[in-house]
């Protein structure tokens, strides 16, 4: 063990030297490992504008060493600030919200740059930034000159590149990658019942024993099957995609019935809107007087649904929970607000360094593979896991085989936490038919 907090991610920075004529922009989570990975990129690069997506109204501390744009939610306003300092208060979503720091960065830092000749590279988790850069692009036409390409983290942000019509530059993904599907899926799924359960704790339930229904049964719905098991839980499984359901029925779980006989527990895993307006009408019409509806996914799009529905009922503040109660007295409870349960505790990262440690490096070797090649990459998404350029450059199996020799571990990656769809899930299919 090296003692360095993200060993792999220092070496493979060290290896590389610095790039000077370099400003990266992050979009990323307001979280310690993302402050660390900031740091980090600030010795790879000439600078580094941070802009952290507003969660949980987390901040970033004082004076990190790098600009940080990140917003304080304020009942149905955001304040909007740059560091400690406030620059406005809107009233918006959380998307919104977003987008909206996204477009002060650029406006306030990177135009700058790319006025003094830098280059700029876009690393980031969820795919905010494509129609903003587009915008800002079409008013600066300098800010086009200066984009190297993106590096994408995510299946959401990933799906969102490809939806793009015509991107401005290339971008490289990981969100496909050995690690992210078969380890960081095992590890984000814990995590996210580790918050389910405490959570629910917090409103005086408990979870073992009690049915769950999972909606969409990916990677990460797979690995909360198996996090979800040992607590001896009644689990159905419910996915559009047949294949992927006749892998829940091969590993040894049912398949939903459609209806809502007994309060349950829902759990959205597919980065789409998954519990839906007639799944609203089966639990209205069933037998169950209350469910719980919790995500692990993106934003709050697993539920957006039936956002608007909830918003004509009474609701009840819970300690980080809302119960709605809807007009046949009935009872939705929404853990989180929709956000994904690992992301909302301000208080707690959603892995550790070492956990994300091989992630950060996959994203900064596609940064170095996208810097040296970018004349020969067309202007589209590149997946690491099934683009063989990629795979060629960035070594995953080797990648992993060092972090568990850095952490002192025993994985037999060849077998672990293998989806029986996983050939299909490693590709991502743009038309919404994939699951998380």
């Known amino acids: 063990m090296s003692g360095s907090a993200m060993p792999i991610l220092e070496a493979l920075i ?11 922009l992050h979009i990323n989570h307001c979280m310690d490992n993302s402050f660390y990975f900031n740091e980090q990129l600030l010795r790879a690069f000439h600078d580094v504008i941070f802009v952290a997506t507003p969660y949980n109204g987390r901040s970033p501390g004082a004076n990190p060493g ?14 909007l600030q740059r560091g400690n300092s406030g620059l406005e208060s809107i ?22 740059y790319a006025a003094e000749g830098k280059k700029i590279l876009i690393i980031e988790d969820g795919g905010y930034h494509y129609s903003v850069i587009n915008e800002t692009a079409a008013r600066f036409p300098i800010l086009n000159a200066a984009l190297l390409g993106a590096v994408e983290q995510t299946t959401a942000g990933t799906k969102k590149s490809c939806s793009q019509n015509g991107l401005l530059y290339p971008v490289l993904s990981v969100a496909r990658s050995l690690y992210k599907v078969r380890v960081e899926s095992y590890f984000v799924a ?7 359960v405490r959570m629910m704790h917090g409103i005086g339930e408990f979870i073992d024993f009690h049915p769950v229904l999972l909606l969409g049964y990916g990677i990460i719905g797979r ?29 040894g779980f049912d398949l939903w019935d459609g209806e809502f006989c007994t309060d349950m527990i829902v759990l959205g895993n597919t980065g789409t809107p998954s519990f839906t307006g007639q799944m609203l009408e089966s639990f209205l019409a069933g037998k169950a007087k209350r469910i719980f509806l919790a995500s692990s996914s993106s934003k709050q799009v697993e539920f957006e649904d039936i956002f608007q529905e909830l918003k004509g009922c009474q609701k009840s503040c819970l300690p980080q ?17 929709g956000y994904p349960l690992n992301f909302y505790d301000k208080n707690a990262d959603s892995l550790t360094f070492d956990m994300i440690d091989p992630v950060f490096s996959e994203i900064l070797t596609l940064a170095f593979y996208l810097k040296e090649n970018l004349e020969a990459l067309e202007h589209r998404t590149y997946l690491l896991g099934s683009d063989e350029a990629l ?11 060092q972090w568990m020799e850095e952490n002192g571990l025993s994985l037999d ?3 672990f936490n293998v989806h029986p769809a996983e050939k299909k899930l490693r590709q991502i299919y743009f038309d919404g038919s994939d699951r998380k």
């Open 190 to 196: 814990n995590r996210v019942v580790g918050e389910l």
């Open 14 to 24: 060290k290896s590389q030297g610095t790039l000077d004529d370099t400003v990266v």
């Open 91 to 112: 009233r918006c979503d959380f998307l919104q919200a977003t987008r909206r720091l996204v477009s002060l960065a650029l406006e306030n830092e990177l135009l700058r």
């Open 391 to 401: 795979g060629a450059y960035c070594d995953e199996a080797g990648l992993i085989k």
């Open 66 to 79: 790098y600009a940080v744009y990140h917003a304080r939610r304020k009942g149905d306003a955001y304040l």
């Open 413 to 415: 990656i060849d077998a």
């Open 321 to 337: 929970a809302a119960a709605y109660r809807l007009a046949n007295g009935k009872e939705i409870v929404l853990l989180a607000e």
């Open 223 to 251: 690995s909360a099957a198996f996090a979800l098991k040992p607590r001896h839980m009644r689990i159905a499984v419910y996915d559009l995609d047949p294949e992927i359901e006749a892998a829940a029925l091969s590993d």
